[in-house]
């Protein structure tokens, strides 16, 4: 994919997440009768702004970050709507917004995806044929319909593949209906590194209904949070290696999702949300899971920590988060030049 269309997706990516993110922090503190006085997607130089209410919306040049700024967040303030002067749930609520939303964002997209990709049937029904596969080479076309593989009679996509998998290097005869013809198409499986027979289809998709699309998504969103959490402590307890990508290395990934269409390139962008979502609940410094941990420690001992000292501790894993940042995306760089 081209590099400027790459680059400019990859923004655009990074744009809506953060959208959502910040949004979420917005609308919570709103719904809690917090002074928000400036809600900004992206960091550094003014872009663009706009004041609505007693909001100022901004859009600013580095693509790294948003914030909403709240009086009170950091200590007292003068504001008697200020973040400050609200109960320790309702301030939790806020804290924890962003990466709610973000789950919610998530799962939004992956219901439109659902609905716009469809679900692959369980017919033997050939959607798509990749070209370099020997079922291509054999004549196979997207929307023949396999009725039968050596002269016994094949009723679903599984029977199908099934032949297949234990075929490797075996020549079988296809009998396939297309639009009402019959026709007869012989081809030799290909070997797959674990051995099992693959010749290149994929299975034709069907549409998929609004409730299914909706079922579908909750199950994804839950099964991708699942999956980040335990990779996690996987990386955590070294069950598996460390894999981190800086935004270099999504930036590749996101030209690769985009290859395959709009709806997967949802898909991918939904994926990155439940990333951002679940980390940002984790409890280390500079992130909204230590700011939970600081209100929580207020709500059990009556009294909030020392604006000072959470400040700090939070200065300083910004600090180590930044540096962090620099270094994944040096490897990010060497990768891909390498």
């Known amino acids: 994919m081209n590099v400027l269309l790459t680059v400019a997706l990859t923004l655009v990516m990074f744009g809506v997440i953060i959208f959502a993110h910040e949004g979420g922090h917005l609308l919570c503190a709103k ?21 609505k209410g007693d909001t100022q919306y901004s859009l600013r040049l580095l693509p790294i970050g948003g914030y909403c700024k ?7 303030s003068d504001y008697p709507n200020g973040f ?45 044929v990749s070209e370099d596969y020997p079922a291509y080479a054999a004549g196979f076309e997207s929307g023949d319909r396999v009725t039968a593989i050596d002269g016994k009679a094949v009723a679903s996509w599984d029977d199908m593949t ?14 396939v209906d297309r639009d009402g013809e019959s026709v007869t198409l012989a081809v030799t499986p290909d070997a797959n590194d674990d051995g099992s027979g693959v010749i290149g289809v994929v299975a034709a998709r069907v549409p998929m209904s609004p409730f299914a699309a909706i079922k579908t998504g909750f199950v994804q969103t839950y099964a991708m949070t699942k999956l980040v959490l335990v990779s996690l402590w996987q990386m955590i307890t070294g069950a598996i290696g460390l894999e981190l990508a800086g935004p270099v290395g999504v930036g590749q990934m996101v030209g690769e999702a985009a290859h395959y269409g709009f709806y997967n390139f949802l898909v991918f962008v939904a994926v990155i949300s439940v990333n951002l979502g679940v980390v940002n609940m984790l409890p280390l410094p500079a992130l909204d899971g230590s700011r939970l941990v600081f209100l929580l420690v207020e709500g059990i001992r009556r009294k909030p920590v020392s604006a000072g000292v959470e400040g700090a501790i939070h200065f300083a894993g910004f600090v180590l988060l930044m540096g962090l940042l620099i270094v994944i995306t040096y490897f990010d760089i060497a990768r891909i030049v390498g």
């Open 31 to 51: 719904a809690c009768g917090v002074y928000v006085e400036e809600f900004s997607v992206g960091m550094g130089p003014l872009l663009f702004s706009f004041k």
């Open 70 to 76: 709240m009086p009170g967040e950091d200590g007292e």
């Open 84 to 128: 400050d002067k609200k109960n320790v749930p309702q301030r939790m609520l806020v804290v924890a917004g962003g990466a709610l939303f973000n789950i919610l964002f998530a799962l939004i997209l992956f219901v439109i995806a659902f609905m716009g990709m469809g679900t692959a049937t369980t017919e033997p029904l050939i959607g798509e």
């Open 162 to 175: 099934g032949v297949i998998r234990s075929s490797a290097g075996k020549e079988l005869t296809f009998s």
